[in-house]
């Protein structure tokens, strides 16, 4: 996406932490699901235009085929969540502009230097972003949450990163220490923006915090403490550090 | 795509008229097949970077999503085109990667300078490029023909190019002189495209001129005289004509 499109709700700079009570065991409302929906789709179509512009810069044929067709995937779906908006009494246009330009901050902070940067860029950003939503997801009603699930599971571009990652990782050790250390500014960056994100949008934080809607009868789901802010980032970290090990770095 | 990837059949540039001899009644050959199909899967990689890449630069945010899904719906039914090469007995990729760059002469030299002249190279360049393809695909056996005509439907970007392009024209006498003149070079240059690909490919030349395979008991389909370079550019021409005439301009 252009430059050209300003943003609508900028995302804050400053280093204040974002403020959610937990505990607020009501569902999230419309307008609050609408808002999360609009976040998801937007994150399709941001990754759509990340992994399109990969593609064609992409080293060899094979990479930017299969770039492509990620490019792609990220796209399925999203006419479901933006139905699901419009269900909801929302307008599902004005919701997917307004996070236009949100996610500006963490591309531009982020820019890589070399093609092995920018997977890994993409293997932890769209990582972060995917458990993030998952976690939103939770909370919402029914058909939002399975219009969520959807678009996600369309869409994992670990596959390919990983196992390009890792092979180049564990054949040159200084590329290896490189991507580690690269990575550890990635998720600090990336934790950042859901830092922004939530601070932005207190519908966000309202969704955070709901008790999340069981789907099976697992006891141990019925007796996880509410959501908190503090919470959410360390279960974000947890999953960035397990990420990081699959391809044999340290997070 | 890169231009790092080099041509492997770079495409001719001089004047001569691809020579396709008509008559031959006999149905392709497996290879022939299998290139055609190759050259249908690689259009469609094409299509998808030209409009991911239409789609960064839009100058609205509806156009940059439409854009965004018309390339994500551009690879539909790729892997379906690509299986049936392999069923053929072909090498799938490498049929597709024997295109890389096939298409930069015709896209270097239709560079547009505004969005306007961008749509139009669109709607001309894919309507030619749908049209040809169509052409072959009658000649293919079942499967194949199957395969391509859903790849085919399954992208079709006039409908959005036409309303908008037809509005502009319509709103603005001098833009839609202009663009009557600059169809006229993207037609010339996309038919030049045509010739310089069967001149570089005998296989497609030799599917062009077999029995079109009838799907219709049509006595004025089984009448149809055989397909000759000259007949195949004239029905090109009367088809962009019409798409011409339907946005209000001039061929």
């Known amino acids: 996406m252009s430059e050209a499109h300003a ?12 403020q959610v009570s937990p505990g607020d065991r009501t569902p999230p409302t419309a307008a609050d699901e609408c808002e999360t929906l609009g976040l998801v ?7 759509f235009t990340q992994l399109a512009g990969d593609s064609r810069h992409a080293e060899d044929f094979d990479t930017c085929l299969q770039l ?31 996070f236009v330009g949100s996610f500006d901050n963490f591309v531009d902070r982020t820019a890589p230097s070399t093609w092995w940067e920018g997977l890994l860029k993409g293997y932890v950003g769209f990582g972060v972003a995917h458990d993030f939503l998952r976690v939103l997801a939770e909370r919402l009603d029914g058909p939002s949450r399975e219009a969520v699930d959807a678009a ?28 580690a250390l690269w990575g550890r500014r990635l998720v600090g960056e990336a934790l950042g923006f859901v830092n922004d994100l939530l601070s932005a949008r207190p519908a966000l934080g309202r969704v955070l915090v709901c ?3 069981p789907t ?6 019925a007796a996880r ?22 391809i044999g770095l340290t997070a």
Chains 1, 2 share one sequence.
């Open 225 to 246: 403490p509410p959501m908190t802010t503090a919470r959410l980032f360390s279960l974000l970290t947890a999953e960035h550090s397990r990420r990081m090990g699959r």
């Open 211 to 213: 008790e999340p809607v």
């Open 7 to 18: 943003p609508a709700h900028p995302a804050p700079t400053g280093p204040a932490t974002a």
């Open 68 to 98: 492509a067709h990620l490019a792609s995937a990220a796209l399925a779906g999203q006419g479901a969540v933006l139905d699901r908006v419009t269900a909801l009494g929302g307008d599902a246009a004005a919701q997917l502009e307004s």
């Open 152 to 179: 996600l599971a369309s869409f994992a571009p670990d596959a390919l990163a990983a196992e390009q990652l890792a092979a180049a990782a564990a054949a040159d050790e200084v590329l290896g220490s490189r991507l």
């Open 216 to 221: 099976t009868a697992d006891p141990a789901e």
């Open 41 to 47: 789709a937007y994150g399709q179509l941001a990754a």
